[in-house]
């Protein structure tokens, strides 16, 4: 290689906000970029002789050391992790690592490490509902078309949860009242739900629970009435009872959506026409 060829190599390197560092055998420095002196607030100089912890702490050391022994016995290694900074907001980064070799012996690695925060938050914002941290809608719809679309032939349970006369608790207390119980409704929901399914918020006050392999008409019942009664039982707010009607019906890789979703809608409008506060499996 030339030397202009070799100093294109290195600008390329030294101009990209990427962390590149190599290291030897005993996991020390023997590069790392100027991005990656500037975001450890070392400089180059410093970094090459000190072993890896001593640069990412221990504890980040630990959780890679499997990456590193890997690649020391000749791996190449990609991976997705993130940790918590200091101030409690997560960092997620992608990492490569790829062994150096001299003349068919091992002698350290390359590393590179990508800042992908950015991109996860915006995965997690396009997920997520921000009101009640619950997966949205479009996370709904995409999991109950993969249920739809599998080769999975078990029967699964949806039901549709809705907060009864929510429009007035909205007018009698506020907006931000409303909100408030929005939230705890939700964490009631995912409390009682927990490991059996998943939960959705899919509109104002309506939530989707979707409860995978599960279609035994007692349990059902008995899940949606416990949820029923747990909600009816909280204090949702300090002057208003709060209590929620619930739809539900059962359905398999052959169901289909529309008539799925119409069919739940039934399920809750019947409850809603029964009094509210109960729960109706079609
Ligand atoms: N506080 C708050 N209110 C919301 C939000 N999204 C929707 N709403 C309100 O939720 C209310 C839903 O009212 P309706 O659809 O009439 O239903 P309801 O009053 O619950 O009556 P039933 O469902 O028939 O028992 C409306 O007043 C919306 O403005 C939200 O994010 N926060």
Same mark, same amino acid.
């Given at each position: 290689m030339s030397q202009l060829e070799l100093d294109t190599y290195k600008q390329l390197v030294e101009t990209t906000p990427v962390l590149f560092y190599v290291v030897d055998v005993n996991l020390n420095y023997t590069y790392i970029s100027p991005f990656f002196a500037r975001i450890h607030n070392i400089t180059q100089e410093e970094a090459v002789g000190l072993c890896i912890s001593d640069v990412i702490g221990e504890e980040g050391f630990k959780g890679n050391f499997p990456h590193y022994q890997a690649v020391l016995n000749g791996e190449s290694i990609a991976y997705d992790s993130f940790f918590i900074?200091?101030?409690?907001?997560?960092?997620?980064?992608?990492? *490569?690592?790829?062994?150096?070799?001299?003349?068919?012996? *091992?002698?350290?690695?390359?590393? %590179? %490490?990508?800042?992908?925060?950015? /991109?996860?938050?915006?995965?997690?914002?396009?997920?997520?509902?921000?009101?009640?941290?619950?997966?949205?809608?479009? /996370?709904?719809?995409?999991?109950?078309?993969?249920?739809l679309k599998s080769d999975d032939a078990q029967n699964h349970?949806?039901?549709?949860?809705?907060?009864?006369?929510?429009?007035?608790?909205?007018?009698?207390?506020?907006?931000?009242?409303?909100?408030?119980?929005?939230?705890?409704?939700?964490?009631?929901?995912?409390?009682? *739900?927990?490991?059996?399914?998943?939960?959705?918020?899919v509109g104002g006050e309506e939530f989707m629970v979707i409860l995978p392999h599960m279609s035994d008409d007692t349990l059902i019942k008995e899940k949606s009435n416990e949820l029923r009664s747990k909600i009816e039982s909280a204090k949702l707010t300090a002057t208003r009872r709060v209590t929620a009607s619930i739809g539900g019906t059962t359905f398999n890789h052959k169901s289909v959506r529309s008539d799925l979703l119409r069919k739940v809608d039934g399920a809750l409008y019947t409850s809603k026409e029964n009094g509210r506060n109960c729960v109706t499996i079609l």
């Open positions: 900074k200091p101030d409690g907001n997560p960092h997620y980064y992608h990492a *490569i690592y790829t062994p150096l070799e001299d003349s068919g012996e *091992i002698i350290g690695f390359t590393g %590179v %490490v990508i800042d992908t925060t950015a /991109e996860k938050t915006l995965d997690r914002l396009a997920k997520t509902d921000e009101l009640t941290s619950l997966k949205n809608r479009r /996370e709904f719809e995409a999991y109950l078309e993969s249920l349970t949806l039901l549709l949860v809705d907060i009864d006369h929510f429009k007035s608790i909205n007018d009698d207390l506020g907006h931000g009242e409303g909100d408030k119980v929005l939230v705890k409704f939700a964490r009631i929901l995912e409390g009682t *739900i927990a490991s059996a399914g998943d939960v959705y918020r």
